[in-house]
């Protein structure tokens, strides 16, 4: 694409241009297309191997340590990359090294220069606005070393200035127990009523099921809150009622679960056989699987083993009268003082994430103003172009760190004057200001400022990709 007959019509708006940006491809393990990158989760589980993906033979955590320790730098950059980086999954964000600060050290820029060229940025480009634009978090945030815990506590309160709670010593648990009886549950109501049936007709149908299954059944209701007051569960029967706080980070099935596990030790008097109700399919379900991972529905199926219990689904918010109440018991045990006790390992892992999310954005928001911060007011990430080669144009031109801009840099000469003579060149001029591409602008309908030209908008995104390739700009950032 050197050749200038695609070039701006009325001048060579490019003759300050010699060369062409070098063709670097990511290598197989880093293309963007594969999926995001995440860094390699080396997790101290039982079976001291690794997870199994594209790039990753099986190996020993030991081993793959080793091998990564003993990784010469620069040389085996790219053997040391098969190490940090894998396929896009959440749950195996993090780093667990015997190696400890050294190695950590030794990722870090390996992790930076991966996620450089795997979103097209230049090795030179500042790192913390390849982030903000990738979506991809800086390495300091994504080392959570949830595993050591006293060391993750102090990580964590560094970065985000809260407190790591207690990981429930049950959290490891893994399904259900062979002496464990498979408790009761009842599911029919999800088969006979829809979302937005009247209530009459849900109270005739959950009246006729209960006068069918459970008639001289003792009665008790479960309900879970999660608002912004806080997380609660509440129970209801008729010579109990409770209201319990759980802690903040809880999530929505751990309240519906403890609700579950507290009716099922406390409620179940003089061995009445006895129906707990809950709004909770997903808990009842997770009860009914037999592989529950949850600690509380784990000690739900063995408290429940040795009763006389059946489990019943109810439609929340339908007018059932115990239904409605132990919402309102929920809702009030929100708004208590939340006790400390262990935590699911599941619930803490989604709110660690939530909040490095959040101290990332919030620090990434105050950080020094850069080229980016005009354009984008979110570390979340932008999947906008599925073609590699217009994501890559997109995101330099979003940094403002491209190779038409900052190539004099490598020949170590002034930044260039544009080829209208008026000013340097720069992301800015190009699309704003420059007089020989103008027309072209208004031809593309390019918008008035960078935030409009450059953020997520499909038809925005496409006219300016039509406005760099008529005016051979494309091929040069
Ligand atoms: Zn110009």
Known sequence: MASSSSGPPGGRATNFYQGKPTQRTAPKWADPNNGNLQILLLRATGENVLPTNPFIVRKTITNAVKDFDSARPSRDDK????????????DTIGIFSRGGDRVLNAIEPIYTKAIKLATGAFITSPTSAVMAESGHLPFK????RIITVIRAKNWFKDLTNQELPDICALSTATGRKWNVIPPNVNLDLLKTVRAGDPPPKIKACFNHLTATHFQNKHQVYTDGSVNSDGVGCGIFENRYTGSFSLPPQCSIFSAEAFALLIATQECTHDHLPTVIFSDSASCLQDLLSGNSKHPWIIQTEEAASEKNISYCWVPGHSGILGNTAADKLAGKGSKMEPPVIPCPRTDIVRWVKQQ???SWNIGWLNSPPTHLHQIKNT????????????????TRLRIGHTFFTHSHLMKKTERPLCACNSAQVSVRHLLLECQHTKDARVRHNIGQSLRDILSRDETQETNLIAFLKETGFFGKI
């Open 356 to 358: 490095i999310r959040e």
């Open 141 to 144: 945030y994504l080392v959570t």
């Open 79 to 90: 053997k040391r990359m098969q190490y940090v980086l894998t396929s896009r999954d959440e």
């Open 379 to 394: 570390t979340l990430p932008w999947f906008d172009q599925n073609n590699s080669k217009e994501r890559r144009v997109l």
